[in-house]
């Protein structure tokens, strides 16, 4: 059974998740077809970083598991036999 203070925490990444989702597909999908010259393009990031974001976020994510990868294989690797 998960405490009050999880389901508070897993509420908020819901949350966030879903506003993130929001945020990106209307700037991706809708904003395109809004006049440029229309005020909610205020509230959005030029659309080169539509692109960048998500690429550097992936080399990121990318990155971390290969170094999290990497320790973990350090730590359980084995010491070579010795040859008498």
Do not use: C
Request: aromatic share 16%; hydrophobic share 60%.
């Amino acid at each position: 059974m998960a405490t009050a203070t999880d389901q508070v925490v897993g509420f908020g990444l819901v949350a966030f998740s879903l506003v993130l989702f929001v945020y990106y597909t209307v700037w991706i999908v809708i904003l395109p077809f809004i006049d440029s010259d229309h005020g909610i393009h205020q509230y959005f990031l030029p659309r080169e970083y539509a692109v960048i974001i998500p690429v550097v976020a992936g080399l990121l994510l990318l990155l971390f598991i290969g170094i999290f990868i990497a320790i973990v294989m350090w730590k359980n690797r084995k010491p070579a036999k010795k040859l008498d």
